[in-house]
Nanobody, 124 residues
Framework: VQLQASGGGLVQAGGSLRLSCAAS????????MGWFRQAPGKERNFVAS????????YYADFVKGRFTISRDNAKNTVYLQMNSLKPEDTAVYYC??????????????????WGQGTLVTVSS
């Protein structure tokens, strides 16, 4: 599976962006998909994940109520709608796919496939 993230850019605080992650490979619909982010000099942190069914999305506390993860298995694409953006949301955002089952969806070490990252910059 190859993942291609897009949709990053520069936005003012309070604005919105929608990230997309297009996957190649016919087994995309079987994977849990996640979004992570990494700010300069910091570790990669969990943002949100979604099961193959699209149900039970899970979010990091710092994005609850602001970000929404969704997926369209017919288009092999997962999305991250980001609203009410803050300067502290500035980071490179990565999408990831988890083929293994029974593992935590919040730990990046449990993901098998990674996109190249897309930069989100939020100005104050």
């Amino acid at each position: 599976v190859q993942l291609q993230a897009s949709g990053g850019g520069l936005v003012q605080a309070g604005g919105s962006l929608r990230l997309s992650c297009a996957a190649s490979g016919r087994t995309f619909s079987n994977y849990r998909m996640g979004w992570f982010r990494q700010a300069p000099g910091k570790e990669r942190n969990f943002v949100a994940s979604i099961r193959w069914s699209g149900y039970n999305p899970y979010y990091a506390d710092f994005v609850k109520g602001r970000f929404t993860i969704s997926r369209d298995n017919a288009k092999n694409t997962v999305y991250l709608q980001m609203n009410s953006l803050k300067p502290e949301d500035t980071a490179v955002y990565y999408c990831a796919g988890q083929a293994r089952t029974g593992y935590s969806g919040t730990d990046p070490v449990n993901y098998d496939y990674w996109g190249q990252g897309t930069l989100v910059t939020v100005s104050s």
